[in-house]
């Protein structure tokens, strides 16, 4: 009996592998102008789970998020702001425009109470012919410290990935970082970890394109 619990949990992780993704779209028009998203999307089979959620944690996420947002909304260079919730079942949806990525840098410090200065690096750098992500895995080891978030355990975040998809105006003709794979038409740079690599093992998530 006990084996077949064993096979059954087991069976239950290797599904729940790939429930949860956070993902992150950044579009790169012509005038470095550009389009965010950022979602956190739950599979079929995760939302099965849903109904033993407390709604308790539901409505917290929901209210930190509409703090959020209306920190967005206040930012200059920031507009047409779009907030899409169906917790628990299917995830959560952000996306805005930036009228620059400065003004989009910006935006990220204001949403996490912090302001941006002279020595610190900004999250995303854009010129006509190349875009640069930085590593922010210490930076998001710092953010949590500094909010007394505590980090799951290594078996769970191990089930969440995070997806980066950055798309740029023109072909891109070189790209470095980790795990990164071109789209087929080469507009896109997409990058693949699963949260435990960025929370537990500080891998680099940083990116270079040249286009």
Known sequence: MRKYIIIVFAAILMLLNSCIEIGEKITINKDLSGHVEYQLSISEFASIFSGFIDNSIEMQVKSEAGKFIEKLRDQPGIS?????????????????????????????????????????????????????????????????????????????????????TISVPKEIKKSSGNNIKLSDDKFSAIQIFPVKQILHDKVNTGVKIRY
């Not at 995830?91 to 610190?120: H, P």
């Open 80 to 164: 047409n702001v779009v907030y899409q919730s169906n917790l628990p079942s299917e995830g959560i949806k952000v996306s805005f425009d930036y009228a620059s990525t400065r003004d989009f840098n910006n935006a990220l410090f204001a949403m996490g109470d912090a302001k941006k200065n002279l020595f610190t690096p900004g999250y995303l750098k854009a010129n006509r012919h190349r875009v640069k992500k930085i590593n922010f895995s210490n930076y998001l080891a710092l953010y949590l410290k500094k909010e007394d978030i505590e980090i799951p355990e290594q078996y769970l975040t191990d089930m969440i990935k995070f997806r980066s």
